[in-house]
Nanobody, 124 residues
Framework: QVQLAESGGGLVQAGGSLRLSCAAS????????MGWFRQAPGKAREFVAA????????YYADSVKGRFIISRDNAKNIVYLQMNSLKPEDTAVYYC?????????????????WGQGTQVTVSS
């Protein structure tokens, strides 16, 4: 069992930056691919970014490519999402997710564990 806890959300002006963190419990973190998803009000949850178990491979949604960076620290059991050049359309609840596999996928159905989410609000 893996438990995930996101932090770092908040209110920021357009063009600003935030860094989200996701702390994971359990001894298998270094074997888990990790992902970030988001859900805006009235919309379905969507994929944002993912990183493989070693941290050597990443994948991004087109909407955040070049602005967001996903990374991980396997010694600390933490995955990060650095969000730069934020836009009002990035406003959403951001969720961290873990897979029982080292391989990246973008489909939320492929993730086995989820955090409670952290709110990110970008004002114009």
């Amino acid at each position: 069992q893996v438990q995930l806890a996101e932090s770092g959300g908040g209110l920021v002006q357009a063009g600003g930056s935030l860094r989200l963190s996701c702390a994971a419990s359990g001894r298998t973190f270094s074997l888990n691919a990790m992902g970030w998803f988001r859900q805006a009000p009235g919309k379905a949850r969507e994929f944002v970014a993912a990183i493989n178990s070693s941290g050597g491979g990443t994948y991004y949604a087109d909407s955040v490519k070049g602005r967001f960076i996903i990374s991980r620290d396997n010694a600390k059991n933490i995955v990060y999402l650095q969000m730069n050049s934020l836009k009002p359309e990035d406003t959403a609840v951001y969720y961290c997710a873990a897979r029982r596999s080292p391989i990246i996928i973008a489909r939320e159905e492929g993730y086995d564990y989820w955090g409670q989410g952290t709110q990110v609000t970008v004002s114009s």
